[in-house]
Antibody, heavy 123, light 109 residues
């Protein structure tokens, strides 16, 4: 059974760094083609892709945010960490992690999602 | 252009059929997947590839693809289908890597 769960602070002050952890089970991030992605959703707004880390350890980031984002994995703990620097109130959102899995003939799919963790950026 | 475009809002009468579309050049090269999101919940995978449904997704949900348009059809919409629907696809341009549609709010009347 695949599960993902995000954890981290609910409240962060402007200019601070946000650190979120995605703890997952039921699959290995070492399987070729599997990746773990971070997605966020400001209140009342659409989903926004932040970035991902794949089975090779390669990382890809949203071009608009890449200078502020770092994604890293701890395979031994089945965890992936997202760091976002220099937080601003516009970064207030629910942050999700999701598994990307390669389905034969269908491409890569965001098939499992965590429940999300809400982060408020405010002084 | 590197984006996926969805109509912001669509409505359907209870029991009728509705189609939600997603447009983008990248759809010529990659399949979109479709997600349902209800308030306070994570997105739920509905359709992926060429009209594949994960286990547990009702067969009233179906997908189709044509050139630069991917479509999600709900045949016989139910009250519980009222939700936001998103398409997601790889970015053929390589600029953004992954593209997310802006979402369609479905209202069941």
């Amino acid at each position: 059974q695949v599960t993902l769960r995000e954890s981290g602070p609910a409240l962060v002050k402007p200019t601070q760094t946000l650190t979120l952890t995605c703890s997952f089970s039921g699959f290995s991030l070492n399987i070729n083609g599997v990746a773990l992605s971070w997605v966020r959703q400001p209140p009342g707004k659409a989903l926004e892709w932040l970035g991902l880390i794949d089975s090779d350890g390669d990382k890809y980031y949203n071009t608009s945010l890449k200078t502020r984002l770092t994604i890293a994995k701890d395979a031994s703990k089945n965890q992936v960490v997202l760091k976002m620097t220099n937080l601003d109130p516009v970064d207030t959102a629910t942050y999700f992690c999701a598994r990307i899995y390669p389905y034969s003939g269908s491409g890569e799919v965001y098939d499992y999602w965590g429940q999300g963790t809400a982060v408020i950026v405010s002084s | 252009s590197s984006e996926l475009t969805q109509d912001p809002a669509v409505s359907v009468a209870l029991g009728q059929t509705v189609r939600i579309t997603c447009q983008g050049d990248t759809l010529r090269s990659y399949y979109a997947s479709w997600y349902q999101q209800k308030p306070g919940q994570a997105p739920l995978l509905l359709i992926y590839g060429n009209n594949n449904r994960p286990s547990g997704i009702p067969d009233r949900f179906s997908g189709s693809n044509s050139a630069t348009t991917a479509s999600l059809t709900i045949a016989g919409a139910q009250a519980e289908d009222e939700a936001d629907y998103y398409c997601i696809c790889r970015d053929i341009s390589g600029i953004h890597f992954w593209l997310f549609g802006g979402g369609t709010k479905l209202t069941v009347l």
